[in-house]
């Protein structure tokens, strides 16, 4: 019996071990074979796949996998397949294919920006932008120094819908999108009191960005949905669940120097709950908020661990007290208007994983990408390479439980860059925020930049470290498992968690200075340094002084360049039950190497008026606005 004439059954079944490129070699072979590959459910697979490793789907607009044709399916599943392969040997290329797959509206605005591999659009006249995001590949929100906020139609570069809070300035906190609701969730925040302590205020505006149905002529409309106000240092605001209006933040208690946790379990009702967590906060310690299974989980990663703290949601119930004030922001604020914290509430549960660091030196071969513009002096510009360890890393404070007695395990690796010197200077946690299938692990992506100060010139020199997690971050028990979704608590995962990889070789990134906020408190002077850095899942760009004979670190300021960086996917639970990939000497699988690029700009962008930085990995899309008021679209492949 020959291949062609197997059972449907049997052939989608060897399908399975099958990637991308081995379906297109099959659909060369025979009539046959192309006919069975070309089909939604060998496609579904392969962007199963995929989506196991947080390699998002280009689709257009909020268009859900269920929603689009097969032969869509299949060129986004082919599109996202060339980046990642691409991505991995070369620099991303400008790009020559449409942005957009085949919709009833994708023909609107082609002609303007068709056979340019980059657009460029408009941002709100004689503002400044202060935050930039893409909503889907159709749309861009921004918010301006001033505070408004406002949606662009990315292909008729047309302002849609726009919200003016003309009172006084506000800054855009936190957004999500949520593509079942066709909606876009944000935070706006303003300080009352500028004070850092614990009689800081804040109040904080949530608002909803509703978009009509795809078939509708109407605009999206900013909704506001509720109102808080805060005390204490806040630290950031988590938008958990949406469709369960359920809100948390992290607040800085500096009379005991521990975390605060404030949480709205339904914002629709004038309850808020305030307790202090009894976590110590340290000033090298990076922060997120998951919601996992009905607990808020505190994440916090330290400079050598990482840190899980346990909050079921029905344990914080009976801290709930009534919230005055909520959308009522013409009245006068009164003390007991403004939370205070009702009680010490340790976590019901915590857990914690050490890192595991790369081995010193660099990875052979790797290196930076030169183009050949560029004069051949660069410094080397790699990834560490991290080494394999035999047996599961174990958790901190309790025994390991992988492994052999026999084992000769190496000694842990130290931390290249440890604290002090080095600090991060920002942390940017990435959950997937892509439309998904079933049975995809829910993973999480951490890329910190560390920054090293020189008291003697001045200087700061950067390099990125990241990583990816899962909740929990050490192997569950049993009673853990029972109410966990299919293949996220798979222990054999854990040899590819908190595994650091390191831009190896320091560089300097380009900083733009941000004016504080105007709340009339004189406290709060001076310009903020931001880096001009953006990452994805697994990816991350910035706009780097580049490196010339000469300067301090070898840096010419008068270059600036635009980087890159693919990061290793992670591999799951699903890769290996297939057999995808290769396995190491040590048990777990072989490190891949990676290349910082450098990406081509168009000659019309100075890099040096550059204000936000972007990027969205499922378009292959570099997002910038710049001084000038215009936004480029830089699409690459």
């Not at 505006?205 to 806040?234: D, H, N, Q, R």
């Not at 200087?459 to 569950?476: D, E, G, S």
């Amino acid at each position: 019996m020959s291949l062609p004439t197997l059972p449907y059954d049997l052939l989608f079944h060897i399908a399975q071990y099958l990637d991308v490129d081995d379906i297109h070699s099959l659909q060369a072979t025979c009539k046959s074979l192309r006919s069975f590959t070309l089909t939604r459910p060998i496609y579904r697979s392969l962007a199963h796949a995929l989506l196991c490793r947080s390699r998002p789907l280009p689709l257009p607009a909020f268009r859900r996998l269920a929603d689009i044709s097969t032969d869509n399916l299949i060129k986004a599943v082919d599109r996202a397949h060339t980046f990642e392969k691409a991505w991995r040997v070369r620099a991303p290329r400008p790009a020559r294919s449409s942005p957009l797959l085949t919709t009833p509206d994708s023909s609107l605005g082609a002609g303007k920006h068709q056979g340019r591999w980059y657009i460029k659009i408009s941002a709100p006249p004689n503002e400044e932008i202060d935050w930039l995001s893409p909503i889907t590949a159709s749309y861009t929100l921004c918010a301006t120094k001033s505070g408004r906020v406002v949606c662009w139609d990315v292909a008729r570069d047309v302002c849609l819908a726009e919200w003016d809070p003309s009172d006084r300035k506000w800054e855009l906190w936190k957004c999500r999108v949520e593509f079942d609701e066709r909606a876009v969730y944000f935070t706006m925040a303003r300080v009352l009191k500028g004070s850092y302590d614990d009689n800081r205020v804040m109040e904080f505006v949530l608002m909803k960005l509703a978009f009509p149905p795809e078939t509708a002529i109407a605009k999206p409309t900013f909704l506001p949905l509720t109102s808080f106000y805060t005390t204490g240092v806040v630290m950031n605001v988590f938008l958990l669940d949406p469709p369960k209006r359920l809100l948390s933040a992290f607040v800085w208690l500096a009379s005991s120097n521990t975390i605060g946790l404030y949480v709205l379990l339904d914002w629709d009702k004038d309850e808020y709950i305030y307790v202090d967590t009894g976590v110590g906060c340290l000033i090298s310690s990076n922060w997120s908020c998951i919601l996992h299974n009905d607990q808020i989980v505190i994440h916090s990663e330290e400079a050598d661990a990482a840190y899980q703290h346990f909050y079921p949601l029905g344990a914080l119930r009976g801290y709930s007290r009534p919230r005055n004030g909520a959308l009522k922001l013409s009245i006068f604020i009164r003390r007991h208007h403004l939370p205070s914290v009702s009680a010490r509430l340790p976590p019901i549960k915590s857990v914690s994983k050490k890192f595991v660091f790369p081995r010193v030196g660099a990875t052979p071969g790797a290196g930076r990408d030169v183009p050949s513009s560029t004069p051949t002096t660069l410094e080397t510009f790699s990834l560490l390479d991290v080494q394999p360890v035999p047996g599961p890393s174990s958790s901190a404070g309790s025994p390991s439980d992988g492994g052999n007695i026999g084992d000769l395990s190496p000694e842990p690796a130290p931390n290249p860059y440890p604290f002090p010197p080095w600090y991060p200077e920002s942390a940017h946690f990435v959950r997937q925020w892509w439309p998904t299938l079933p049975g995809v692990p829910r993973l999480s992506c951490t890329v910190v930049l560390l920054a090293a100060h020189d008291p003697e010139t001045h200087r700061t020199r950067f390099a990125l470290a990241q990583h990816y997690f899962k909740v929990p971050i050490t192997r569950p028990t049993n009673a853990d498992n029972s109410g966990s979704s299919a293949g996220e608590d798979d222990g054999n995962e854990d040899d590819e968690m908190l595994h650091l990889w390191y831009v190896s070789t320091p560089f300097e990134v380009v900083c733009v200075l941000d004016s504080p906020a105007d709340n009339g408190d004189d406290e709060d002077t001076g310009d903020r340094p931001r880096p001009l850095v953006a990452v994805d899942f697994g990816h991350a760009v910035w706009v780097e002084y580049a490196a010339e004979p000469g300067g301090v670190y070898g840096v010419d300021a008068s270059r600036l360049c635009l980087r890159f960086v693919t990061f290793p996917p992670v591999h799951t639970t699903n890769d290996r039950q297939h057999g995808k990939g290769h396995a190491s000497n040590g048990g777990g699988r072989t490190r891949e190497e990676a290349i910082v690029r450098t990406l081509e700009i168009p000659e019309e962008l100075d890099l040096d008026g550059v204000e936000t930085i972007n990027i969205d990995q499922s378009q292959g899309a570099v997002i910038l606005s710049v001084k000038e008021g215009k936004i480029f679209i830089l699409r690459y492949e």
